[in-house]
């Protein structure tokens, strides 16, 4: 019914930079909140940035000043631009997306997931 795609993950080096897009396609209504999150092995995935249909945006602290969130709502893409990466960045990266398909059932969505590796 939805598809979310991601692309733009990679291996970079600290201090570098890379730009995650998500794309949603299918069925959709409308999508509400947008969101990337990540999980590094052996830890739980948490939430990095999240940007509502208005446009409110939340970043969690570790990220905060350093990523950006944006989203195109006309083609139904978030982007996250992610400098001075760290180490600890380290994890996979999914999107995820609050969708209402035109039968105007409403679920949440989820990517396949993108690697960000970065190195010291």
């Known amino acids: 019914q939805v598809q979310l795609v991601e692309s733009g993950g990679g291996s970079v080096q600290a201090g570098g930079s890379l730009r995650l897009s998500c794309a949603a396609s299918?069925?959709?209504?409308?999508?509400?909140?947008m969101g990337w999150y990540r999980q590094a092995p052996g830890n739980q995935r948490e939430l990095v940035a999240r940007?509502?249909?208005?446009?409110?945006?939340y970043y969690a602290g570790s990220v905060r000043g350093r990523f950006t969130i944006s989203r195109d709502n006309a083609k139904n893409t978030v982007h996250l631009q992610m400098n001075s990466l760290k180490p600890e960045d380290t994890a996979v990266y999914y999107c995820?997306?609050?969708?209402?398909?035109?039968?105007?059932?409403?679920?949440?969505?989820w990517g396949q997931g993108t690697q960000v590796t970065v190195s010291s």
């Open positions: 995820n997306a609050a969708v209402t398909l035109v039968t105007r059932q409403t679920g949440a969505y």
């Open positions: 299918g069925s959709i209504f409308s999508i509400g909140t």
């Open positions: 940007i509502d249909s208005g446009g409110g945006i």
